[in-house]
Nanobody, 120 residues
Framework: QVQLVESGGGLVQPGGPLRLSCAAS????????MGWYRQAPGKERELVAI???????NYADSVKGRFTISRDNAKNTVYLQMNSLKPEDTAVYLC??????????????WGKGTLVTVSS
């Protein structure tokens, strides 16, 4: 069993920063990639940022230059530093991991999500 637990969401004013964390735990052999998705009310889930085990990153065009994804491999944790937040960034942010356990290779795991609200 693998669990992904997000933290750091909340209410922030437009232009402000917020940092999300996602810790993976359980029977983990290796983490292939981790990333953040978001889903706003009435909209489809979209990729925000992803980071591979080698440190390669990819971002949605809408967050490039404002968001930074990073990971601490020793802690099995991924972070999303969000700066210059806009009201349109309001969404539930979900952590995703492609994780190899001692039983299965490269399975998809999801956290339950953390709400980010950007409003004055």
């Amino acid at each position: 069993q693998v669990q992904l637990v997000e933290s750091g969401g909340g209410l922030v004013q437009p232009g402000g920063p917020l940092r999300l964390s996602c810790a993976a735990s359980g029977s983990i052999f290796s983490i292939n990639a981790m990333g953040w998705y978001r889903q706003a009310p009435g909209k489809e889930r979209e990729l925000v940022a992803i980071i591979t085990s080698g440190g390669t990153t990819n971002y949605a065009d809408s967050v490039k230059g404002r968001f930074t994804i990073s990971r601490d491999n020793a802690k099995n944790t991924v972070y999303l530093q969000m700066n210059s937040l806009k009201p349109e960034d309001t969404a539930v942010y979900l952590c995703h991991g492609v994780i190899t356990t001692f039983d299965y290779y490269g399975m998809d795991y999801w956290g339950k999500g953390t709400l980010v609200t950007v409003s004055s």
